[in-house]
C-alpha cells in the first residue's frame, strides 16, 4: 500500500568488504512505484512498465563493511521478492536459500511456475540441492511410488529452468522410533530412485547418522545432538551434519563419482 516501508541492513561483522545488491520487485497490477534508498548512492524509483506484470531488478554496490537500504511504495502495491547480497570481486560459494518450514515437494510443485523460472534462469545456478522427507514422512498413508514421481516432477521442472546446473537430492535425516525410522528408510529409497532416474547425485542423511535408530543414539550422545521431539537436530547437531555432506561432496567432486 501506499506509504508502506521496510529496511534491510547487514551488520559490519557479517558483510566486511564491497558487496552488489540487487533487489528483485513486481508490481502485480501493472502500475505503481517503489522508492529504494541505498545506504550508499542515490535514491532510485522503480516504476511499473504499462500492461506487465513481471519482475523488475534493481542494483547497487557498496564498500561495506555493512550496508544496507529501505523502500517504500509510493503508489500501488509492490511484492518484493528478496535481495541477494554477493562479496564484490571475492572467491567463494554463493548460496540461495528457498527453505521453508513444513514444506513438501508437492508445495515447491505449486509454486507459480513463469515466477519460479525466471528467478532460477536469471541465477544461473551451478548446483541445485533438494532436502525433502521428513515432512512426508509425518502423512500416514504415503505413497512410495508417488513420492519418487514428485520428485523426478520436480528434477524436469528445474532441469528445464537450469539446463547447467547439476543436482544432488538429499535423503531424510532419520526419525525417532523403529515404525518411523523404518518409513524414513523407504522414503530415502523412493528418493535415490528418483536421483537415478533424473541422473541426480543421492546422499542419505539417515545412513550419515548411522541408519535406522540412529536420531536415538545422536539424542543419547554427550553433549546431545538432536532435540527431543525425535525429528530435528540440536544445533550442534546439524553442524555436524554438515560438516559430513560437505566432506562427501567435496570427496565426490575430487574423485569425480557421485556421492552416497
Given amino acids: 500500500r501506499r506509504g508502506a516501508s521496510a529496511a534491510v541492513h547487514a551488520k559490519p561483522g557479517v558483510l566486511l568488504g564491497a558487496a552488489r545488491w540487487e533487489l528483485t520487485v513486481r508490481f502485480p ?3 505503481g512505484a517503489l522508492r529504494v534508498v541505498p545506504s550508499e548512492g542515490d535514491p532510485v524509483v522503480i516504476a511499473a512498465r ?48 528457498l527453505g521453508l518450514n513444513g514444506a513438501r515437494v508437492v508445495h515447491a510443485l505449486g509454486w507459480d511456475d513463469a515466477a519460479w523460472r525466471a528467478c532460477m534462469q536469471r541465477r544461473q545456478h551451478d548446483l541445485v540441492v533438494l532436502a525433502y522427507g521428513t515432512n512426508e514422512a509425518g502423512i500416514r498413508e ?3 511410488e508417488g513420492h519418487t514421481a514428485e520428485l523426478v516432477r520436480l528434477v524436469d521442472r528445474i532441469r528445464a529452468a537450469s539446463p547447467q546446473a ?3 537430492i538429499i535423503g531424510a ?18 528418493q535415490e530412485a528418483a536421483a537415478k532416474a533424473r541422473g541426480c547425485a543421492f546422499w ?19 553433549p546431545p545432538m538432536a532435540m527431543g521431539d525425535h525429528v530435528h537436530l540440536h544445533v550442534r547437531g546439524y553442524r555436524r551434519l554438515g560438516s559430513m555432506l560437505s566432506r562427501d561432496i567435496l570427496r565426490a567432486y575430487d574423485d569425480g563419482s557421485h556421492g552416497r
Fill in 29 to 31: 497490477r501493472g502500475r
Fill in 50 to 97: 504499462p500492461g506487465s506484470d513481471g519482475f523488475q531488478h534493481v542494483s547497487w554496490v557498496t564498500r561495506g563493511p555493512g550496508g544496507g537500504f529501505s523502500v517504500e511504495a509510493t503508489d500501488e502495491a509492490a511484492e518484493l521478492f528478496g535481495v541477494v547480497v554477493e562479496s564484490e570481486g571475492a572467491p567463494g560459494v554463493v548460496l540461495d536459500v
Fill in 142 to 144: 504415503l505413497s512410495m
Fill in 166 to 168: 547439476d543436482c544432488l
Fill in 173 to 190: 535425516m532419520d526419525r525417532g522410533g523403529v515404525t518411523m525410522s523404518e518409513k524414513v528408510e523407504r522414503l530415502n529409497g523412493a
Fill in 204 to 222: 542419505s542423511a539417515q545412513r550419515a547418522m548411522g541408519g535406522k535408530g540412529s536420531m536415538q543414539k545422536w539424542l543419547d550422545a554427550e
